[in-house]
């Protein structure tokens, strides 16, 4: 310890950066031989310990270097350590950690194990820059190397052509939400001609202060240009109706899905939005908060008819990012921060626990050569009488993603639902129909948690008759310590001595954040009673369903309009892909057709004219030119013939001209 007093504070969060990224640098030049994934393992356990240390010893600190300018404009690279900053450089290496002790086990045999952990590297080497860059700029370089290692990492398995497809979704709709941060960035500079972001953002009166020294653009591109960054934050995080990428990115190795798309980079658009909250006002806010409430509605409603135990949680994520962008469309950005916090734990570990289910069912099948879906719960059913380490550890999560009491979950997801009451009832009306529906959102959470649970642990067996030809075992010790690791962040006590407030949780005073709407007391006691009751009733009624089977779940239009996801996907391959695809085909079409049919006609009406022009060269300009030759040739032979000296000659040829003449006179 005395070693981190010795280096200053920005040296220290540039290592929590940079050891990433050399792990990266040496996965990559060793290539297959270094498939122990040690190295990465090292580099991101000192990043975690590194930032830990900075989170409980540091003030706010900023420092940049010039990168780079154009005439006299400069640019510079630097970082920025606050409350936010430092939170989430310790959030992404804390959460990281257990994922690289679990992956050694998880992706052993792999034969792309390398590559694997060159990726893994590169994510948290990018993840880490982009919560710590001072500047929009750099943040943005360092969201769209997020994307890109996102894209790899999807595409994992690039042999199967589902991964194929859905890194390839994935990365074609986080272009549509970085353009739209690229249009903010572009706005912001023209106004304000800095890319700092304690110079935009350090007074919260930004969208009341929007005109500049610099530039006088009207107020309505101060929309315009909060739309713009939230564009960017729904596509990484998710929203609708750019979510439809990250239920198909569950194609990669759970390892990544519990790291990406649970806890880290889904989590980059929220941050984005409390890093410029500053800059939208009420019409922004108002945006916001209807597409939160929108995603986590839906979302929980598509979650309820899944199968898929990966397509259940990656549904879940989106519906709980929905409660985060809620959050910051009500203003209480601090609270979303916190359900970031909380979320990533106990959603990262639902994911790990999942992916030693699926490596189970995965064994199971091969052993038995059984044909089924190892990821599809109607095949799982009592499974915790074989691996109850796992039950018990994915249990304390789903717990939490409940937000039942006692859970890490119950404090932050309280903090988002009574936060949006108490802000409805300061504005009243339909405003109204925000916190009721997100009470509704979390009653639907506990019913499709409870569901997984109770069909993936309880019950029968799907395939006990053949247990006698292969068992189900726990999962490794190198996956089941990672797993409790994060199940310790799943209790309240880690972010709040009192289990029932949230307000005396430590990552709410660290921002000490004050509201515009007034605090309503007896909420803090219905709220919790109701979303409590409710999440009771909402598993005793899953379990008549799922284990008693005392009546049959309908597959109606509203079930097959949940199970195949609002027909979003179909509606997108109708209305955007169809007619892209038809018109590139025409495009084709024309290209070949037309464009180069006009190429081709030129080209041979060219070759004619060339043969044409080269024949009337030939026999037309040089016969002219040749019977000239030819004609001045002759008549200086026959001239040179009379001149030979003779007098008869000359007189004969004197008289022949006269007698010409008098013969054309005499005709003329």
Known sequence: MDFLTNISPISCSLLVVLLPFLAFLYQAIVGRKARSGNVSLVAISLSAILSIYLFWNQSPIESNIEWFRIGVKRFFLGILLNNTTLLMQALVSIVALPVHIYSKAYMKGDSGIHRYWMYLSLFCFAMLGLVVSSNLLQLYIFWELVGFASYLLIGFWFTKESAAQANKKAFIINRIGDLGFLIGLAIVYAQFGTFNIVELFAVNGLAENWFSQVNSLSGTWLTVAGCAFFLGAMAKSAQFPLHVWLPDAMEGPTSVSSLIHAATMVAAGVFLLATVFPLFNETVLLIIAIIGTTTALLAAFFALTQNDIKKILAFSTISQLGFMVVGIGIGAWDAALFHLTTHAFFKCLLFLAAGAVIHEMAHFKHETNLDFDPQDINFMGGLKNYIPKTALLMGIASLALAGFPLTSGFLSKDALVISTFEWAVAKGGLYYAFPIILIAVSLMTSFYIGRLILKTFFGDFAFAKNLKAAKIHEASKTMIYPMAFLALFCLFIVFSWNPISYHLSWVLKEFNLTYTFEEIHSLHILIPVILTVGSLLMWWIGYQLYIQKKQQV???????????????????????????????????????????????????????????????????????????????????????????????????????????????????
């Open 554 to 668: 309908k597959q109606n239009a509203l079930f097959r309009f949940s199970f195949n996801q609002g027909y979003l996907n179909e509606f997108y391959a109708k209305t955007i892909i169809k007619p892209t695809l038809l018109l590139a085909n025409f495009s084709y079409w024309f290209d070949r057709t037309i464009i180069d049919g006009l190429v081709d006609l030129l080209s041979k009406i060219t070759v004619a004219l060339s043969n044409l022009f080269a024949w009337v060269d030939k026999y037309i300009v040089d016969g002219i030119v040749n019977a000239f030759g030819s004609i001045a040739y002759g008549t200086g032979n026959l001239l040179r013939w009379v001149q030979n000296g003779r007098l008869q000659s000359y007189l004969g040829f004197a008289f022949t001209m006269v007698l010409l003449g008098l013969i054309y006179l005499i005709v003329i």
